[in-house]
């Protein structure tokens, strides 16, 4: 075998991984987003199911590794309040599909994600699609349901990118790139990362910190949030030390964090802000930090609120900020409160995990669609779910905007003490950067 | 000049680590040139069995009295490198001696065979989430004992270099001076010839499988002690370092692997400090190339076997 060649080209495919996969600057943001359809898109004609009998809804979601924790209860939710339900002369059929993969560590994977949205495009007689967990997934189903006239309706994407724009956090061409046939099918029930980083930088100023070091794991999710926080922090007053002056990535498959520790540590900041969902090399990250600055603030995002996360980073995870984009389960009222009690109650007193009421949510808001067609046609279940308007959840009142997005709602700020799980500390109204 | 020496220390100690899994590498590809992707899944099933064997059945802490300490990692390291030696072996026999005489892609599939199953064994077992002990060693500054306190080195790095030195020291003694290591570097060089000179070649190769396995365990053992955290899929993360180790210093050449890792440790050290974290593999996998388009044979050549 002739390992100059095995090992050039092996260097030639992780140089050309590495090229795709860094950071792309932020650039000047597209103009805002479109409204919310009216007229019937040519999209949307004839798209009517086959089935005299059945009405079927897919789910997209991480099935595999440490996501489970979150989406095992987000498909009992969506089982809960859909399977088997009837709409008129039709029977409700829910299918869950796993967009992850164990050649990607159990995290989605793009190729699977693809499949799955092609899959419920194909069947006439899919009505709605719930998902996906991850924005990054997002970006390459919302086309593919685009053409197809296939409404989505999200428990858990927060990249703002999807349905506006945030100048400095989006990407040029977005979110219209994801629209390719000029209507909006895309509707989310929790809040978006600008507003979660805008609450996480008011925070670490209200914690008295001045000085931030941001991180990434370079993927949608975690670039959008940490990027918010960073603008958000220096429109607080505070100074962001890491790259240009907004978040620096970090590679999740490297074996060691200490250089990158010190690095941070000779910056000399007070708070380090990380964006990253658990999977990520989390554990490692928070460790070496810790390791290297054992009483410097951390504070992250709801990509690493879940026990998995703290199993991974043990102690070196005690004293982190958490925000939640949305009204933590702990922190509902009216109907909430009762679904998160009979939910304990129902479950031998284990707290559903964060983003589970959202998914008893979202799938009550293409209930309600369903409700309002009365019929098994696309358009008119498309267009039923983009004009939620003050529907009753467990999350607390829906309505949605033109770009598809919740309006109102809150973000919540947790701190892990000595324990899983962590504490309630604040609630923050939902505020754009 | 602080900051540069601080991170030397850390890009020595990821160096040594890298160091005892790309002998496993090394020495593999040197007797019987089978590129072994198992071998860092195997690096990976050993610090979960350290993991186990700490965390678990010693229950070891940082409040345990420090001679109970020492005399129980003593002894996790020799479990875990004889369970680790053991299963080498029995990769060995089951999934690669049966395919010796066989085309050169059929055991370079199955080793791509095991490194699967042994990932998919350890998620089962142990789940897809990190797994994690706290730092059983004290968090003091060694060097602060003489007055220095801008640069660190902790009781963990030195761990490392307490284990992984020695045991390339005796590697190395044991490959030159022994007579097992002299039927190594014959069977190595031709195993036709060393055959018919008396040496039994299916033990030999068995044998070199056991002490990469070994220090695949000891490796493992280092690195739950040092990196404090463990995941089924780490043995691909290591394994790509270890392995680019082996061949940036000579693949087959053992000096050549601990000279490759000492290098990689480095490289990646400062980039992560002075560059960019986000690209650090880039620049790993330049350097490689720049070394190789030069050097072809490594940078201190083939020595084990003469003929990648």
Redesign the interface.
């Known amino acids: 075998m002739n390992f100059r060649k095995l090992s050039a080209l092996a260097g030639v495919t992780v140089l050309l991984f590495g090229a795709c996969t860094s950071n792309t600057p932020a650039g000047s943001a597209a103009p805002g987003g479109s409204s919310g359809a009216v007229t019937q898109p040519d999209a949307c004609k004839s798209k009517v199911g086959t089935s005299t009998s059945e009405i079927h809804i897919y789910s997209s979601l991480p099935r595999q590794g440490t996501n489970t924790e979150q989406t095992n209860t987000l498909v009992e939710q969506i089982k809960v309040v859909l399977d088997g339900k009837k709409i008129g002369n039709w029977t409700i059929k829910y299918f869950d599909l796993d967009d992850s993969s164990a050649a990607n560590n159990g995290d989605w994977d793009g190729t699977v994600e693809q499949g799955n949205a092609n899959k419920a495009a194909n069947d006439p007689d899919a009505m709605a699609y719930i998902g996906t967990y991850n924005s990054g997934a997002a970006k390459l189903a919302i086309p593919i349901l685009n053409a197809a006239c296939l409404v989505m309706v999200t428990p858990a994407n927060t990249y703002p990118g999807l349905t506006k724009v945030v100048n400095g956090v989006t990407k040029p061409g977005e979110p219209e790139t994801y629209y390719p046939k000029g209507y909006r099918n895309y509707a989310r029930v929790v809040g978006t990362d600008d507003a979660q980083g805008a609450a996480g930088a008011e925070w670490a100023k209200t914690l008295g910190k001045t000085k931030a070091y941001v991180l990434d794991d370079s993927q949608v999710y975690g670039q959008g949030l940490a990027r918010s926080f960073a603008l958000g922090f220096v429109k607080v007053g505070g100074t962001v030390l890491s790259a240009n002056g907004t978040s620096e990535s970090f590679d999740a498959k490297a074996t060691d964090y200490g250089a990158l520790a010190q690095k941070i540590k000779a910056a000399g900041p007070d708070i380090i802000y990380i964006g990253s969902i658990t999977g990520q090399n989390t554990g490692k990250l928070w460790k070496d930090i810790r390791s290297a600055m054992p009483e410097v603030t951390i504070m992250a995002g709801d990509g690493v609120y879940e026990k998995s996360w703290y199993e991974g980073v043990g102690s070196a995870g005690n004293g982190t900020y958490l925000t939640f984009g949305a009204i933590g389960p702990d922190q509902l009222t009216g109907d909430g409160k009762t679904w998160y009690e009979k939910y304990k109650a129902d479950h031998g007193g284990t707290s559903p995990a964060v983003y589970t009421a959202y998914g008893n949510a979202a799938a009550t808001v293409v209930w309600d669609a369903l409700n309002k067609a009365a019929k098994n046609d696309r358009w008119e279940v498309l267009k039923n779910v983009m004009a939620t308007k003050d529907l009753a959840t467990v999350a607390g009142p829906i309505t949605l905007d033109a770009n598809g997005d919740v309006t109102g709602g809150g973000i919540t700020g947790y701190q892990v003490e000595t324990s899983w799980p962590p504490a309630f500390k604040e609630l923050f109204a939902s505020k754009g950067l | 000049m602080d900051?540069v020496i601080?991170?030397f220390i850390?890009?020595l100690?990821?160096g040594l680590?890298f160091a005892l899994v790309a002998l496993g590498y090394t020495l593999v590809y040197g007797i019987i040139?089978l590129?072994n992707f198992a071998h860092g899944d195997l690096f990976m099933i050993s610090s979960m069995i350290a993991l186990f064997l700490i965390a678990t059945v010693f229950r070891l802490s940082a409040a345990t009295p420090v001679l109970e300490l020492v005399g129980v990692i003593l002894l996790v390291i020799a479990v875990t490198m004889i369970v680790s030696a053991a299963i080498n072996v029995a990769i060995e026999r089951i999934a690669y001696r049966p395919l010796r005489h066989a085309p050169?892609l059929a055991p370079l599939i199955s080793a791509i065979g095991v490194s699967f199953v042994l990932q998919?064994i350890a998620?089962l077992i142990a789940g897809?989430?990190?797994?994690?002990?706290?730092?059983l060693f004290p968090?003091t500054n060694l060097l602060s004992a003489f007055g220095i306190t801008t640069i660190a080195v902790?009781f963990q790095q030195a761990f490392v270099a307490m284990v992984t030195i020695p045991l390339l020291i005796a590697l190395t003694w044991f490959v030159d001076k022994t007579r097992q290591g002299r039927a190594m570097r014959a069977t190595a060089q031709d195993p036709d010839t060393a055959g018919l000179m008396g040496v039994d070649v299916n033990r030999t190769i068995a044998l070199t499988f056991l002490i990469g396995g070994a220090l695949a365990g000891a490796a493992g053992v280092v690195q739950i002690l040092y990196?404090?955290?463990t995941?089924y899929?780490l043995g691909?993360?290591?394994g790509?370092?270890a392995f680019?180790s082996a061949?940036l210093g000579g693949?087959g050449n053992l000096s050549g692997a601990v000279v490759g890792a000492l290098v990689l440790g480095q490289i990646?050290?400062?980039?992560?400090?002075?560059l960019?974290?986000?690209?650090?593999?880039?620049i790993?996998?330049?350097v490689?190339?720049a070394v190789?388009?030069f050097k072809?044979t490594g940078l201190l050549g083939q020595q084990l076997a003469d003929r990648?």
Do not use: C, H, M, Y
Not at chain 2, 268 to 274: I, K, L, P, T, Y
């Open positions: 900051q601080q991170t850390i890009g100690s990821n680590i040139e590129i050169k998919n998620n897809p989430a990190n797994k994690s002990i706290d730092n968090t902790t990196n404090n955290v995941v899929n691909f993360r290591f790509l370092n680019t061949v693949i990646n050290a400062f980039s992560d400090r002075f960019s974290a986000n690209w650090t593999n880039a790993v996998f330049a490689l190339i190789l388009v072809p990648a």
